[in-house]
């Protein structure tokens, strides 16, 4: 008999979602949660309010997938073909919420209730913790949760679009610091040719404990960067403590370079606090716990005759 005829195997024609990525699989994205990198963005990216987490709104074809950001809840347009990460699937009843949402975003709230606009983002927002709690912390939510880490440092001490946090350095220029959240590791990006023992001094103060390498140019118009990599936390108390780690480095960078600003900027902390939007994280750590281990120096008995 032909299986194709039978009516339990019968599964009907093989379906064109995703044709234009063969061999991955044959299912739409439409519903799916999946992270994404600026590479992937088809009109520009790098903004403070997304966190990389995404929606799928339709994505009959991954490289034409319309996405809402889980951070900004603002829809994106994506490639997702060379690279595809998905975390989870919402159900249908909740993609039709945000899609309600979006449709309404451009209304404004009366005096005393939010925007449709501003509900989209809070909608969207609890959808990405509720994913990244059920998930937990791991290799595929790492960069996530450090990415939304980092998000409210650039918003205490440089609120601005871009995700980076800038310090004004005498002598050398606009330093732009950001997280490299796959590799662990802080980059400040300079606009200088050649190292600078002044910066480098500064930056072994801030950070301490964690090891300094240079970004070397690489063509005569590229300019010199700097990299302070820290050690890939395995837990979500790791990453909360890396945190902390970069917020106090950075401060101590804009304390040196631009004592004023730093100044009213940690006068505004004191009084409204720090932003601890992962404190919302319900995430079950590991309950495992390590202590490192001293090198052991052979001793060497004397006798005494």
């Known amino acids: 008999m032909d299986p194709g005829t ?18 991955i699989c ?38 034409a997938a319309r996405v809402v950001d889980l951070g900004c809840g603002e829809e994106k347009h994506l490639d997702l073909g060379s690279e595809l990460v998905i975390l989870d699937w919402v159900y249908e009843p909740t993609l039709d ?28 927002f609890d959808i990405a913790l509720r994913v990244l709690a059920r998930i937990g912390y791991g290799p ?9 880490g980092f998000r409210d440092i650039c918003k205490d001490l440089d609120l601005h679009d871009g995700t980076a ?18 590799g662990a590791a802080l980059v400040v990006r300079t606009g200088l040719p050649r190292p600078n023992l002044g910066l480098e001094g500064v930056l072994e103060g801030a950070f301490p404990n964690h090891r300094l390498r240079r970004i070397l140019p690489v063509g005569p118009a590229a300019s ?34 631009e004592p004023g600003r730093f100044h009213a900027v940690q006068s505004l902390l ?24 001293e090198p052991h120096r052979e001793e060497t008995a004397w006798r005494v005759h």
């Open 26 to 63: 044959e299912l739409p994205l439409t519903r799916a949660v999946i992270q994404y990198r600026d590479r992937h963005e088809l009109e520009g990216g790098g903004r403070i309010q997304d966190i990389g987490l995404g929606l799928v709104l339709e994505g009959r074809y991954a490289s």
């Open 165 to 182: 946090v800038r310090v004004q350095a005498a002598g050398t220029g606009v330093l732009r610091i950001h997280l490299d959240y796959d």
């Open 6 to 23: 039978h009516p339990a195997l019968y599964v009907g024609p093989r379906p064109e979602a995703m044709a234009d990525v063969p061999g």
């Open 270 to 293: 004191d009084t409204f606090g720090t932003r601890e939007t992962l404190a919302r994280l319900a995430v079950r750590d590991s309950t495992e716990r390590t202590a490192p281990v």
């Open 224 to 257: 010199l960067g700097y990299q302070i990599r820290f050690p890939l936390p395995l837990t979500f108390g790791e990453a909360r403590a890396l945190l902390r780690d970069v917020r106090l480095g950075v401060g101590h960078m804009l304390a040196r370079y």
């Open 97 to 124: 919420h945000v899609r309600g949402l979006l449709s309404e975003s451009g209304s404004r709230g009366s005096a005393g209730h939010i925007s449709q606009e501003e509900e989209s983002q809070r909608y969207c």
């Open 140 to 148: 595929l939510t790492r960069p996530t949760i450090l990415r939304i």
